[in-house]
DNA sequence: GAGCACTGC
């Protein structure tokens, strides 16, 4: 059958490349020609007014595309390896590093003048050298005194008097070493090592730290964990005058209200290229635009582009990949203009459509214009779509580009405005048939940016040492430090208190704040509080701080180059959160958050060879991996029938499309020749995945609508639902075994946790009481309410048959019957598809249960592959609801003659 | 008997 939709799909891209087109070939290529003169000549016009540096608007070469073309493929290529080169697990890191680490204590123990040596300090630090001598003494002896307990990664037996114990400190490391080389003997990664060690210090060695010596003559090993770093570069600020801009901001707060708003809009730096940007928008249809932070592009080219006309012909829409960013700033514009938001100004996010028939500028999420594809392909009712922050390359975002590249050729009055950060533009330029690019600079303030001299082997660590090291060392400013999740956030911030604890006065107080986007909402709001006069905050944050919130005050940033990422398999169609290394681009980002309300500083936990020659330049996008399912299904009921050939920036690998088209055939949503079905018109109406939306569309047979939905949204949550604080974790399991009674399974629970909820009222107070994250209710309520209003216009009857648990639990079965397993001999289980062994997550109410057949929700590895919420299953069912995918054969019950019901492991 | 970054529809 797979087969069959690629022949299919295969027999269109043929069909498309002898289309009728052709006719209109000589005409498009002339008026092309005519095309590349204009941009010729405004090119060279551009070029002399740049060289008088008032403004840069370059073109860009068509040869790149070849050049493009190889790195495509060897993109594709490279997405084999991506499982098992390029990521690797922490663990698997935390060791390299760690043997590292051992085989320089080695060198420590073997060359003991090096010890004295040890501490190498740049040639800024010097000066303070003695202040932070006594600092460090005082902070080492006090967090030592405070914990008894094991320290994080620290030997037992460094220096318990507080003082300089270089006597002990190098038994602990000679006892160390014997106790790993005892069973070792040698290493064998020895050579490679010491060959990475040189060119490391190759790499060191040209950002020049001479003298070293001279430095630590007078100077003790006191701090063994002291970290150095090596100033590298400054990421420059933007020449401009920031005395002039408060000044001029200071003055207009004289004036009214309204009259200081417009004079603000004109000290931004976009308002000095407003003409220019005007032509270059009349003139071409599509424009790259390069606007750094601060440069005031998204709110002020809309406006401008309505001043100019623009809105005369339909509405003018602003993509936004966030929905805090749409309302914030179409608020802002709504000011400027004057105007009431959600009249002319509005904003349309899921669950939000502020807008009227009066509206001309529309500020949305990028999720949400897909979304009105939907209903209007030719996007009829906009005269100028701006792609904003295209650079972050959402799902969405990349989607769009295809669509809105697609729907320009046959729109010419469709203006297309793609913004995007400074690396990209060329990027996008050449995507979009080389649409120049606009540079509008922006306002920051420079950034200087430290690496480590030697690599780091525990970098949670190292990251605290460093902050402390800021905070005795460096001017008021608050830190920001960025980790890979939660766990390691609380783990961090034990640290720091430990260490931190019974100072008193001798050093600023330090304030702690955690944020992450599972910490409760009340929480969260600890971040925004101002700074109190003399003490200093440290943010410990996820990478929700890199791009979705801006916290004021921040002056260090501490990266130590990892973050959580989300990969997915399409050969086992499996996804996995990895800690992985961080892009070029992401590491600019994060060191641009030092420098948003003053010059920053930020310290990188890594070399400067590091950063060159191992981290990646981008960060890969979304599209290439993750489960297409979605995807698909959304472009198929678009009309888009050649996915194979849909032009994507950067195309997903072809087996994960492959793996979605076979997914949606199985639920029916599509038919052998690859087209859309009746039941996938009704899916593709739910903002869910295609699993879901299909379990919702069959609960009209079952009669159970009601709880179905309220299933999906519960769902559809993913994680979040249950709290579970480190140390009332005891509580929140027995709470939340509370509805597990029965052994229902997790849907039902999941149910059951929803209904209990509606029953008080929506209680807040019951939240807290059953551990369960309020917030999360609120979002599965809201879920819950549009999946309700989706139903009705496909016309399915909300019914609840609660009851009849089977019926329920046929309705999952019949959109997960592909996430089937069957237990095993030794307690694992087997999917029946695939025949891979995984294993029910602990977290499940089924987990001491073991049923004989079970369906899950998702698959994800972490340290096995753990199925995540899963139901009770009857073979039968199977057969019964998906004949198509299942054989007899496939559930016939071979081990039930070895294994009786009720003999697994109890 | 384990542990889940961030968005978005």
Not at 361 to 369: H, V
Not at 712 to 725: E, Q
Not at 897 to 902: I, Q, V, Y
Request: hydrophobic letters at 35%.
């Amino acid at each position: 059958m797979l087969m069959e939709i690629l022949r299919k799909e295969g027999e269109r891209q043929v069909k498309r490349r002898t289309s009728p087109d052709e006719d209109s070939g000589s005409e498009s290529e002339e008026e092309r020609l005519k095309d590349q003169r204009e941009k010729d000549e405004l090119v060279q016009h551009m070029k002399e007014r740049d060289a008088a540096g008032t403004r840069k608007l370059t073109e860009q070469k068509l040869t790149r595309k070849e050049e493009e073309e190889a790195v495509r493929r060897s993109n594709a290529a490279e997405q084999d390896d991506i499982h098992s080169l390029r990521k690797f697990s922490r663990q698997e890191y935390l060791k390299k590093r760690e043997e590292k680490k051992l085989e320089e204590l080695r060198d420590d123990i073997e060359d003991e003048q090096y010890l004295f040596e040890g501490v190498k300090l740049s040639e800024v630090e010097q000066r303070d050298l003695r202040h932070k001598k006594e600092l460090y003494e005082l902070i080492k002896k006090r967090s030592e005194e405070a914990d008894n307990v094991n320290e994080y990664r620290m030997p037992d037996a460094y220096d318990q008097e507080g003082g300089v114990n270089q006597e002990k400190r190098f038994s602990v490391a000679m006892q160390r070493y014997r106790d790993t080389h005892a069973e070792e003997k040698m290493n064998p990664f020895a050579e490679q090592e010491a060959w990475e060690e040189h060119q490391i210090g190759k790499a060191t060695l040209k950002y020049g730290s001479k003298n070293k010596k001279q430095a630590s003559d007078d100077y003790q090993y006191v701090f063994e964990d002291q970290i150095d770093f090596i100033k590298a570069s400054v990421m420059d600020g933007d020449k401009f005058d920031y005395d002039e801009m408060e000044d001029s901001i200071e003055k207009s707060k004289a004036k009214s209200a309204s009259e200081a708003l417009q004079a603000e809009r004109k000290k931004l730096p976009i308002y000095a290229y407003r003409d220019e940007l005007l032509k270059a928008v009349e003139k071409y249809q599509v424009l790259v635009i390069v606007g750094e932070t601060g440069s005031g592009k998204t709110t002020q080219i809309p406006q401008y582009l309505h001043e100019a006309g623009y809105t005369k012909h339909g509405m003018i829409a602003c993509t936004q990949p966030r929905r805090v960013a749409a309302m914030s700033v179409s608020a802002r514009v709504a000011q400027e203009l004057g105007v009431k938001l959600g009249h002319e100004v509005g904003y349309s996010i899921r669950f939000e459509d502020c807008t009227s028939d009066k509206t001309i500028l529309k500020y949305m999420t990028d999720g949400m214009l897909l979304r009105e594809f939907l209903g209007e392909p030719d996007l009829a009712s906009y005269s100028v779509v701006m792609v904003d922050e295209a650079h972050e390359r959402t799902l969405s975002t990349d989607i769009l580009f295809g669509l809105v590249k697609d729907i320009s050729r046959f729109r010419p009055d469709l203006k297309l405005l793609i913004s995007s950060a400074t690396l990209d533009a060329e990027k996008f330029s050449d995507y979009f048939d080389s649409a120049p690019i606009f540079k509008i600079p922006g306002r920051r303030y420079p950034v200087e940016i430290h690496f480590t001299k030697a690599p780091e082997a525990d970098y949670l660590d190292a990251a605290i040492v460093t902050s402390l090291q800021i905070h005795v060392t460096q001017p008021p400013g608050d830190i920001l430090i960025f980790l890979t999740g939660q766990e390691e956030i609380e783990t961090a911030e034990e640290i720091l208190k430990h260490r931190t604890r019974g100072l008193g006065t001798k050093i600023a107080e330090l304030i702690i704040c955690p944020i992450y986007a599972n910490l409760p909402t009340e929480l969260q709001a600890k971040i925004f509080e101002p700074t109190p006069e003399g003490a200093r905050k440290v943010v410990l944050a996820t990478n929700i701080a890199e791009t979705s919130l801006t916290i004021d005050g921040i002056k260090y940033v501490i990266d130590p180059g990892f973050v959580k990422m989300k990969s997915y398999n399409p050969k086992t169609g499996m996804e996995s959160l990895l800690v992985s290394p961080i892009s070029k681009a992401s590491a600019m980002q994060r060191a641009g958050r030092s420098g948003r309300t003053g010059p920053g500083k930020c310290f990188r936990l890594y070399t400067a060879y590091n950063y060159q020659n191992d981290l990646d330049d981008n960060t890969v996008p979304e599209i290439q991996r993750t489960n297409l399912a979605n995807v698909v299904l959304t472009l198929k009921s678009l009309g888009i029938h050649d996915l194979l050939h849909f032009d994507f920036m950067d195309p997903p690998p072809a087996e994960a499309l492959l793996k979605a088209l076979e997914l949606l055939f199985a639920l029916s949503a599509l038919n052998k020749l690859g087209e859309l079905t009746k039941v996938g018109r009704r899916m593709a109406e739910f903002p869910v995945d295609p699993m879901l939306s299909k379990m919702i569309v069959v609960s009209e047979k079952y009669k159970c609508s009601e709880d179905i939905i309220s299933i999906a949204a519960m769902l559809s949550i993913g994680n979040s639902i249950f709290y579970r604080p480190k140390d009332k974790q005891v509580h929140a399991d027995n709470a939340r075994l509370n509805f597990h009674t029965g052994n229902v399974g997790d849907h039902i629970a999941l149910l059951k946790v929803y209904n209990s909820w509606k029953e008080t009222n929506y209680s807040t107070q019951w939240c807290y009481e059953n551990y369960i994250q309020v917030r999360s209710m609120k979002r599965a309520r809201d879920i819950r309410d549009q999946l309700a209003g989706l139903l009705e216009r496909v016309e399915i009857e909300l019914t609840t048959n609660s009851s009849d648990l089977d019926a329920i639990k046929k309705s999952i079965t019949s959109g997960f019957f592909p996430h089937s397993a069957k237990l095993q001999k030794n307690g694992s289980y087997r999917t029946v598809k695939h025949a891979q062994t995984v294993h029910i997550h602990p977290s499940s109410g089924l987990a001491q249960v073991l049923p004989r057949w079970a369906v899950y929700h998702e698959l994800v590895l972490t340290t096995k592959e753990y199925m995540r919420q899963i139901t009770e299953l009857k073979p039968e069912w199977l057969v019964e609801i998906a004949p198509h995918y299942y054989q007899l054969k496939d559930v016939e019950d071979t081990s039930s003659k070895k294994m009786p019901r009720g003999e697994g492991r109890a």
